[in-house]
């Protein structure tokens, strides 16, 4: 059974920076692309970005420049790096198996306010 648990979210203020990890297990984690969603209140999923097996990653273009993605596949483990957050960053984040974010775990609730 495929398992994604995610961590890390939190209240942080404008500019504040905040790391949000996954675990991941049922599933051979080293062999696939990961993704992070969000879906903030009142809005659709979002993709955010992807890392490739082999460490190949994406962004979406609110995310260039300020997130990073990584993994690490001896840990089964998927980390995302959220700085210079801005308001407009308050979601719940998901990791995924999928870019579309149909097979995702919980979540972890971010929120960006002064």
């Known amino acids: 059974e495929v398992q994604l648990v995610e961590s890390g979210g939190g209240l942080v203020q404008p500019g504040g920076s905040l790391r949000l990890s996954c675990t991941a297990s049922?599933?051979?984690?080293?062999?696939?692309?990961m993704s992070w969603v969000r879906q903030a209140p009142g809005k659709g999923l979002e993709w955010v970005s992807s890392?490739?097996?082999?460490?190949?990653?994406w962004y979406e273009d609110f995310a260039e420049g300020r997130f990073t993605l990584s993994r690490d596949n001896a840990k089964n483990t998927l980390s995302l790096q959220l700085n210079s957050l801005k308001s407009e960053d308050t979601a719940l984040y998901y990791c995924?198996?999928?870019?579309?974010?149909?097979?995702r775990g919980p979540g972890t609730q971010v929120t960006v306010s002064s």
């Open positions: 049922g599933f051979n984690f080293n062999d696939i692309m």
């Open positions: 890392i490739s097996a082999d460490g190949r990653t």
């Open positions: 995924a198996t999928d870019n579309a974010g149909r097979n």
